[in-house]
């Protein structure tokens, strides 16, 4: 079986490719002066003071709970419709992932469930701006505040989407940005952290680079063995380290990400109009109040009396696409019900997660896609979607 369109392919030019060469001509490889920059321009975009770059989101939504002095023993509200990465970071510093379910229309954490859900346990809450569509901010934050606990804006999907008209990630005590290839820009694996305070920017620079002092393991100070204080570590840190090469990239990207979110909302608009007619889809908004999407996937669920007709209908739907050299994406399945994580939660009523993620189905969406790629993926799944639908 041959693949022709595939779900997600990166978008990278010769601009691009000249900066990653340019890097690759120097003996500054790590820490040097590519990360301060991709620092700098981060932050500058997002209007908060500083960014520190990291090696993927997860790896920053875990420098983010540490940060933040999240321990054992404490819980951590997330969605559980959310790739596993939000919960796998509350593992790993120890805490309690508890599952709140979702909002129907947005696919984001729904601010009644979540204030519902804290207890004399609960320190913090991580609110995932879920493919692209920003959560609603004012009212968590709220919720927050007025029960003196953190919030994290997991926001890897979701780079240049605005609420209210500011950018998400600007919300929250600290946000997590992703920059895997199938995202709106990437430097191949990466990530970031926004932060509003320099001290917690520090801490996180430290933790970074195995625990150093923040100071000295800002970027431009690359140690060697020839530095005493290259082997001072004030803490137990990670090897979390963004490369020069995955900076440069990355700033070239961003120097794009107007042009890219543009052509991102133009595909998914044409996806709107080719799929408008088709009774057994649910499409997602296009537009919502208060929002601006940053368009990471598109996402479209099989209608409730199409689903409804047996279990495995999505299976055979993704099959019969893959039959005409379509990918697609079961885009998510909820957390709590994943082998690793069953044992761990428990019997848990997320009923609106349950049902939505049991119909969704994500369909080939990258900067380059082409209106004919799109007619022809809009052409094999109508013709799918009534096959299915007579079985």
């Known amino acids: 079986m041959t693949i022709g369109i595939p779900l997600s392919a990166p978008d990278i030019g010769e601009a691009e490719i000249e900066a990653v060469t340019a890097v690759m001509r120097t003996n500054r490889l790590s820490l040097g002066p590519e990360l301060g920059a991709f620092e700098a321009e981060m932050a500058a975009y997002h209007a908060v003071p500083e960014a520190v770059a990291v090696s993927s989101g997860t790896a920053g939504l875990h420098l983010a709970l540490m940060a933040l002095g999240i321990r054992p023993g404490a819980e951590v509200i997330v969605p559980s419709f959310a790739f596993v990465a939000v919960a796998n970071a509350v593992a790993y510093v120890g805490a309690t992932a508890a599952f709140v379910e979702i909002d129907p229309v947005t696919l984001n954490l729904d601010p009644a469930r979540v204030e519902q859900a804290i207890t004399p346990r609960t320190r913090a809450i991580v609110v995932v701006h879920t493919f692209g569509v920003p959560?609603?901010?004012?009212?968590?934050?709220?919720?927050?505040?007025?029960?003196?606990?953190?919030?994290?804006?997991?926001?890897?999907?979701?780079?240049?989407?605005?609420?209210?008209?500011?950018?998400?990630?600007?919300?929250?005590?600290?946000?997590?940005?992703?920059?895997?290839?199938?995202?709106q820009i990437t430097t191949g694996e990466g990530g970031c952290v926004l932060t509003r305070d320099r001290a917690m920017a520090e801490r996180l620079r430290g933790l970074r680079n195995q625990g150093r002092p923040g100071t000295k393991a800002a970027a431009g100070t690359a140690g060697d063995g020839g530095r005493a204080d290259w082997f001072e570590h004030d803490e137990v840190g990670y090897n979390y380290r963004l490369s020069e090469l995955a900076c440069a990239l990355g700033r070239v990207q961003l120097s794009r990400i107007g042009e890219i979110l543009v052509r991102r909302r133009m595909v998914a608009k044409r996806y709107d109009a080719l799929l408008g007619g088709i009774a057994e889809l649910e499409l997602p908004p296009i537009d919502l109040p208060r929002r601006s999407i940053s368009w990471f996937v598109y996402v479209v669920r099989l209608a409730s009396h199409v689903a409804g007709a047996g279990p495995g209908v999505r299976d055979r739907v993704q099959q019969e696409m893959a039959a005409h050299g379509i990918a697609t994406g079961r885009y998510f399945a909820p957390i709590h019900l994943q082998p690793a994580w069953r044992d761990r939660c428990g019997e848990m009523n997320l009923v609106s997660t349950e049902s939505i993620a049991c119909r969704t189905l994500a369909l080939p969406f990258f900067n380059r896609i082409t209106s004919n790629q799109q007619e022809e993926v809009a052409e094999a799944f109508a013709k799918v979607l009534g096959e299915c639908k007579r079985l």
């Open 135 to 183: 959560a609603e901010m004012d009212r968590i934050v709220t919720i927050a505040r007025a029960h003196g606990l953190a919030v994290i804006e997991d926001a890897c999907e979701a780079l240049g989407a605005e609420y209210d008209g500011r950018k998400v990630g600007g919300f929250g005590d600290l946000a997590v940005f992703g920059f895997y290839p199938n995202k």
